[in-house]
């Protein structure tokens, strides 16, 4: 997200998705501060060494031209990425299960990727639910590198 009201509304779907409150205002300012980062970054500015680099991005439906077109973008994804040197950092969220929102998850991990290259990362990490995001994860080029196992010690 490059402005602040496609941005607000990503971080909004975020805080939907992950029932979490919306981020303050001083939360919102440090997210804006890494689009500034980003414009630098691609200007060719020095960003410092190692410094690490958070994106948003989400995924929108197009209204429908004969119900008006004033009709506004309705978000159905957002997803975020970091690149630490070389590598691209992924995590997204659907704000419903529908076809249209597995067709907005690819598409977001493609642009991510796409993004994260052209900023220089050279892997891409994602830890995923293999029941609903392998099979796409893997027509999307990636490919499944270890398994994570968790272990759950109930204290009373």
């Known amino acids: 997200m490059r402005d602040p009201e496609g941005l607000r509304e990503a971080l909004r779907v975020d805080a939907e998705v992950f029932r979490s409150p919306p981020p303050s205002d001083e939360e919102f300012t ?28 989400a995924a929108s439906v197009i209204p429908n031209p004969t119900h008006g077109g004033d009709t506004p973008l309705r978000i159905i994804a957002a997803a975020g990425a970091q690149v630490v040197g070389g590598t691209l950092r992924l995590w997204a969220r659907r704000r419903a299960r529908r076809l249209e929102a597995g067709g907005a998850y690819r598409a977001l991990v493609l642009e991510r990727c796409r993004v994260g290259t052209h900023l220089g990362a050279t892997l891409a990490l994602t830890k995923a639910n293999i029941a609903t995001s392998a099979s796409m994860l ?4 990636l490919r499944r590198f270890g398994i994570e196992r968790r272990h759950v010690l109930e204290v009373r």
């Open 138 to 141: 893997k027509r999307a080029g």
């Open 30 to 57: 440090e997210y804006a501060g890494e689009v500034e980062k980003l414009r630098r970054r691609e200007c060719g500015e020095p960003s410092g060494e190692g410094a690490s680099l958070a994106l948003r991005f």
